[in-house]
């Protein structure tokens, strides 16, 4: 279908750098070659510790604008970038049942945590950093949250509901900014979740803490001031705050993996997938099958 013409619009392009932006592109490339995927704040933070940008709002959208060109110029891959907050939804479609079913072995999957002890989920403040945890939360078949902050009054019922329905102890791992609501939001989740839902919940803190800014070496900032919490905070930890982003990308993932694997009774998740390799060449093989098109409609209909 041809579009009206007063509805097309050109594709932005790349603008030429200047002196100063080349050296700018050039760290870009030497940071996001050291690691497969990244936010831009990530980025940006990776970028402040090497003395490259200061740690201020208009640096952070100058690398903004700067990622921005060099992905339009190429320079660039934009698949380096990740952005948990938009995200392309797409419904799975298939040609017949044959078809979905040659697809479906290769996605198949049994529940490997229905007979692990403990029920795990991982939560983040950050949706940015979705697109970096996510897919490892997929890839062991665990519930994943992007807090957004504070959790939702919504959120945390659901996640309730749920863990009484598994009848197990939960175990969630917390990944959030070191700061006075970052502390906040994690530490109110136990007493919401469990305290008031009455679900069997335990909350770890994983990142970031203290540790983890003396470890890294992580640039800091003062406190908002502005925050109710502010002044509880500075006494337990000091007026030095710090966004998870600043984690280098390949800590923060390693966080998250080793976290998960330390729930895992490993002889119990070999177990559950030796049947589900099996179950999946199963579903392989009558995808192979030589059936014509409507054939697995009719022999449905003669087993009913």
Not at 268 to 284: A, C, Q, T, Y
């Amino acid at each position: 279908m041809t579009e009206p013409t007063n509805l097309r619009t050109c594709p932005k392009k790349a603008r030429k750098p200047q002196p100063h932006t080349l050296l700018l592109w050039n760290a870009i490339i030497d940071v996001v070659n050291e690691y497969d995927r990244m936010s831009i704040r990530q980025l940006y933070y990776q970028l402040v510790a090497r003395g490259v940008v200061e740690k201020t709002e208009q640096a952070y959208k100058r690398v903004c604008d700067a990622a921005t060109q060099m992905r339009f110029d190429g320079a660039l891959p934009y698949v380096k970038i990740v952005d948990g907050n938009r995200e392309r939804q797409i419904r799975a479609a298939y040609a017949d049942m044959k078809d979905a079913l040659g697809v479906m072995h290769q996605f198949y999957r049994k529940d490997y945590w229905a007979s692990q002890r403990y029920h795990v989920e991982v939560w983040c403040e950050k949706d940015a950093l979705s697109g970096l945890i996510n897919p490892i939360c997929r890839e062991y078949g665990v519930p994943y949250v992007a807090a957004r902050g504070f959790a939702s009054v919504s959120v945390r019922w659901q996640t309730a509901e749920e863990i009484n329905a598994s009848g197990k102890s939960a175990i969630i791992f917390y990944f959030g900014d070191h700061d006075a609501s970052g502390q906040s939001a994690s530490n109110v989740l136990e007493s919401e979740i469990g305290g008031r839902h009455g679900a069997d919940v335990y909350i770890h803190r994983v990142a970031l803490g203290p540790e983890h800014i003396r470890q890294y070496n992580l640039p800091t900032r003062p406190g908002k001031k502005t925050d109710s919490r502010h002044l509880k905070f500075v006494e337990q930890y000091g007026d030095e705050a710090t966004e998870l982003d600043a984690l280098p990308p390949n800590v923060l993932t390693t966080m998250v993996r080793e976290s998960i694997e330390s729930m895992i009774d490993w002889s119990e998740w070999n177990r559950v997938k030796e049947i589900e390799d099996l179950e999946r060449r199963s579903l392989e093989s009558i995808s192979l099958l030589d059936l014509e098109p409507g054939s697995l409609i009719r022999l449905t209909d003669d087993a009913a």
